[in-house]
């Protein structure tokens, strides 16, 4: 069996119909972040049933996993969960939460809301660097290489952004999506991101754009997530693919 080292290339072109799932996914949650930002606040059928449902649920977390479970046979390491390097993931991300504490002091100076939630929602919010990252980037880098697929995943980042966040800051977010790609391709488990790193990074970024949670939507995620996590296990265990 090959070593991940040797089975990565810097460049190629491979795409196969998991690298079109993996661009449709991303092309539809566009869709389903624009109606959920544009009308899930008045309209709590978009929120539940359109974002949290097909989006998170499914987009999100279940294509995904059905893709590299049942059909791939990759395991767990096919969406970056991985044992490997887990102590060096976790103290990358205790050293990118450190150098991101300063601008959330900033950020939380114009902020009008609690920040104890809004930090916790941020830190379980697994569907977006399972689905950037865990998904979108590693379907990448198998069909382009590893220098392109961090560029890849921060353009589907920022575009699912568009008409949510001011365009300058769609392009900042395109610009932490590479950065964020970058360090996720170098140890390739989701540990260096979440939950440290994203409830810094993505605490900042959600208050310069105007956003606030507060504990019943901790609470609405929490959920979210333990179905997440429900639908990871069930479609590994059914698939009866390799451990990573």
């Excluded at 991940?4 to 079109?20: E, L, M, Y």
């Excluded at 102590?87 to 114009?110: R, T, W």
């Amino acid at each position: 069996m090959t070593s991940d080292r040797t089975r990565r290339q810097a460049v190629s072109f491979n795409p196969g119909w998991d690298t079109a799932i993996a661009v449709a996914t991303a092309v539809l949650m566009i869709g389903v972040y624009y109606l959920n930002s544009n009308f899930g606040y008045e309209q709590p059928a978009v929120f539940f049933i359109v974002f949290l449902g097909f989006g998170h649920l499914l987009l999100n977390t279940a294509i995904p996993a059905f893709v590299v479970f049942r059909i791939c046979k990759e395991g767990w390491s096919g969406l970056g969960i991985r044992r490997e390097k887990r102590l060096l993931s976790l103290l990358i991300s205790v050293l990118l939460g450190a150098l991101f504490f300063s601008g959330l002091i900033q950020s939380l100076e114009e902020f009008d809301g609690d920040p104890v939630p809004h930090f916790v929602f941020n830190g379980i919010a697994l569907w977006e660097p399972l689905f950037v990252y865990g998904w979108l980037q590693l379907r990448f880098e198998k069909a382009f290489g590893y220098i392109l697929a961090p560029i890849l995943a921060g353009l589907a980042f920022a575009a699912y952004h568009l008409g949510s966040f001011p365009i300058d800051m769609v392009f900042m977010l395109f610009g932490f999506g590479i950065f964020y790609g970058i360090i996720f391709g170098l140890v390739r488990n989701l540990l260096v991101l979440i939950p440290i790193t994203w409830a810094f990074g993505s605490s900042i970024g959600t208050i310069q754009g105007g956003f606030s949670f507060d504990w019943f939507t901790v609470g609405i995620y929490a959920c979210v997530l333990l179905a997440q996590l429900g639908i990871l296990y069930a479609l590994k265990a059914s698939g009866r693919s390799q451990v990573a």
